[in-house]
C-alpha cells in the first residue's frame, strides 16, 4: 500500500509514538490491517492495544472511527494523541453541544484522523460517515457486545450493522477477554467471519503468584507487609466496609494505608489514586473500583483479601502489579465462605448460570494442586507445557502419582462424547452411571462407558478438575459449560504425553491435620 510505503510503519512508530520495537503482535496486527483486512486482536491488558489502530489510523487515507465504552476514559486518550501531534477528538453525550458541534464540522472537513466515540453516540454521526472517507473501525472492548460476557452493553449490538453499512472498510475488534465462546461471538455479532484473530501471550512470568487458605488473613497480611513495607500494593476487598476496616487496621500498625471504594466523592476518589500514583500513599485498600485505567510501573504486591468472581477478574487485578517487568508478588486468600457470598450475588442474575460456572472455576483455581500459571494461562486458551517454578505449587508440590491412564480415559470420553457434554455428563459415562440421561442419549454404548468405574464419582471429579487446571481440558462457558480437549489432550491421548495427578482427598487431609493443634 502506498501509505506504508510513504511511511514505513517502524519510522511511525518512533517519530509518533517513541517506541523503538514493537510489543508482541502488535506488528503482525497493524499489517493486517494495512492489507484492509477485518482482525480481531487479543491481547492482555497492558499490551497495547491502542497502537494497533492508532498508528494505522495516521498512515490510512482519511479518518479512523473508535468506538469505545468507556466514556470516562476517552478525553484521557484523545489528550494523548494531541500530545503527541495527532488530530484526535472524541464525540459523547458528556459533551456540551457547541463542541460536540465543533467535532462534527472537523469530521465532516476530513480534519480528523481519529475519533472516539461512544456507541450510543454512533448513529448521530450516520449521515456523515456516508459522506467521509473512514479508514477504519475500531471496537474497543470489543467484548461488551457479546450478551454472554461478563460487561454487556446493549448499546455494542448496534454494531451489528456497520458491517453490511461499511463493506469496504476494515474493521478491528480488541479486546482483553480470550476464552474461545467470546471470540467466536465477536466474530459472529460484528458480522466478520472471516477475520484473523491473533492473540497475544498472556503470560505475566515475574508475577509470583499464590495461594493460601483465608484464616487469619488480617495477620498474614501484616508479617508479609513486614517484608515489603516500603513497596507499593493494592489489597482488594468484596465490600466497601472492609476495605474501610482493613484500612484503618492497618494505619494503626504504622502503615500509610487509604480505603477506595465507589462509595467515596470523586473528589476524595481523585485525591487517594494521585497520591496512590505519587507514592505518597503505598498501600491502597480497595474494592475492585480501583484500576481501571491506572498506569502504576512500579505496583510491588497484589493481595485479595477475599477471592474475585472470576478468573478474568483475578488476571487483570494481579496484573495491575509488576509492569515494570520486575518481581512483584501476588496472594489470592481463598475462603469457602467467599465462594457463597458470590454465589449468592450471582444469584437471580440474567446470566446467573454463567457466572456461577465461571466463579466454580475461579474456586477450582485456587484449590488447584498444579502449577497456577499453567491453570491461569490454560483458561486464557494458552497451554504451556512446562511448569512455571514461580507460584506456590511449584516451590512447595503435593505428592503427584502417574495419572496418564486416567487423563488418557477422561479425554477419549470426551472426545466420544463430541465435545458436547459437560463435567457430570462425562463422569456419569466414564464410571457407566445407569440413569435416564445417559441412555437417553445413547451413551452407554460408547466406547469409554464405564471405563473408570473403579473410580469413586468424588475422586473422578477431582481429577477431571485437576485435568482443567492442568490445560490439558477447558470449559466452554457458553452452552452449559461443555467441556474441550486442548492441544494438551491431544498430546495426551496420540503422543503418550505423561500426566501426574495428586489424591486431592488426602492432601486436603494432609493440610487438615499439619494445621491441628
Ligand atoms: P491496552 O489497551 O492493551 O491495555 P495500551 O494500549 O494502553 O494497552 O498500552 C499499554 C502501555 O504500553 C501504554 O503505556 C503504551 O504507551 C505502552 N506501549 C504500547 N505500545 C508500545 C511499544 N511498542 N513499546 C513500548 N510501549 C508500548
Ligand atoms: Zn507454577
Not at 492508532?54 to 466514556?71: D, F, H, K, R, Y
Not at 483455581?365 to 490454560?378: D, I, M, Q, T
Not at 492441544?487 to 495428586?502: I, T
Request: charged share 25%.
Amino acid at each position: 500500500m502506498e501509505t506504508t510505503a510513504q511511511h514505513p510503519i517502524q519510522d511511525l512508530l518512533k517519530t509518533h509514538f517513541g517506541y523503538e520495537t514493537f510489543l508482541p503482535n502488535q506488528e503482525e496486527i497493524i499489517k493486517n490491517v494495512f492489507d484492509q483486512k477485518d482482525t480481531i486482536a487479543i491481547m492482555p491488558t497492558g499490551g497495547g492495544k491502542s497502537l494497533c489502530f492508532q498508528l494505522p489510523a495516521l498512515a490510512l487515507e482519511g479518518t479512523t472511527m473508535v468506538i469505545s465504552p468507556l466514556i470516562a476514559l476517552m478525553k484521557d486518550q484523545v489528550d494523548a494523541l494531541k500530545a503527541n501531534g495527532i488530530s484526535a477528538e472524541f464525540f459523547n453525550s458528556s459533551q456540551p453541544y457547541e463542541e460536540q458541534q465543533q467535532v462534527l464540522k472537523n469530521l465532516q472537513n476530513g480534519d480528523l484522523k481519529l475519533l472516539y466515540v461512544a456507541p450510543e453516540s454512533l448513529p448521530q454521526l450516520n449521515f456523515i460517515l456516508n459522506s467521509i472517507k473512514v479508514s477504519l473501525f475500531a471496537v474497543d472492548e470489543a467484548h461488551c457486545i457479546s450478551s454472554w460476557g461478563h460487561d454487556f452493553r446493549p448499546a455494542y449490538t448496534q454494531l451489528k450493522s456497520l458491517k453490511e453499512q461499511f463493506p469496504n472498510v476494515p474493521l478491528i475488534a480488541l479486546t482483553a477477554t480470550a476464552d474461545r465462546a467470546t471470540r467466536e461471538d465477536i466474530a459472529t455479532q460484528l458480522s466478520i467471519p472471516e477475520a484473523k484473530t491473533f492473540i497475544a501471550s498472556f503470560d505475566r512470568p515475574n508475577l509470583y503468584l499464590d495461594v493460601r487458605p483465608g484464616q487469619n488473613r488480617n495477620k498474614q497480611i501484616l508479617d508479609f507487609l513486614k517484608n515489603h513495607s516500603d513497596e507499593s500494593g493494592i489489597i482488594y476487598c468484596l465490600s466497601r466496609k472492609s476495605t474501610e476496616k482493613l484500612a484503618a487496621t492497618l494505619k494503626t500498625k504504622g502503615y500509610k494505608a487509604e480505603a477506595y471504594h465507589a462509595g467515596l466523592t470523586s473528589e476524595e476518589r481523585n485525591t487517594v489514586q494521585d497520591n496512590f500514583l505519587n507514592d505518597r500513599t503505598p498501600i491502597i485498600v480497595a474494592t475492585i473500583a480501583f484500576g481501571m485505567g491506572i498506569d502504576k510501573s512500579n505496583v510491588r504486591w497484589v493481595i485479595h483479601y477475599n477471592m474475585p468472581k472470576n478468573i478474568d477478574g483475578y488476571y487483570q487485578e494481579i496484573g495491575r502489579s509488576g509492569r515494570d517487568g520486575l518481581p512483584a508478588h501476588t496472594i489470592l486468600f481463598y475462603s469457602f465462605a467467599d465462594v457463597i457470598m458470590l454465589r449468592k450475588f450471582a444469584e437471580g442474575s440474567e446470566t446467573e448460570t454463567y457466572q456461577l460456572a465461571k466463579l466454580e472455576r475461579m474456586q477450582q483455581f485456587a484449590e488447584a494442586l498444579s502449577c497456577r500459571r499453567k491453570a491461569l494461562l490454560g483458561y486464557f486458551g494458552e497451554h504451556i507445557t512446562e511448569d512455571c517454578g514461580n507460584c506456590d505449587i511449584c516451590k512447595t508440590p503435593p505428592k503427584y502419582f502417574d495419572g496418564t491412564l486416567i487423563a488418557q480415559k477422561v479425554c477419549s470420553a470426551v472426545a466420544r462424547l463430541q465435545e458436547q457434554e459437560a463435567l457430570g455428563m462425562v463422569l456419569d459415562v466414564l464410571r457407566g452411571s445407569q440413569n435416564a440421561q445417559v441412555y437417553d442419549k445413547g451413551y452407554q454404548k460408547i466406547k469409554t462407558f464405564g471405563a473408570a468405574k473403579d473410580i469413586s464419582w468424588r475422586d473422578l471429579q477431582q481429577y477431571v478438575i485437576q485435568l482443567l487446571n492442568q490445560g490439558v481440558l477447558q470449559i466452554y462457558f457458553h452452552e452449559n459449560g461443555r467441556l474441550l480437549l486442548t492441544p494438551l489432550a491431544k498430546k495426551v491421548l496420540f503422543e503418550g504425553k505423561k500426566v501426574r495427578l495428586a489424591n486431592i482427598i488426602k492432601e486436603v487431609e494432609k493440610v487438615k491435620t499439619e494445621r491441628a493443634p
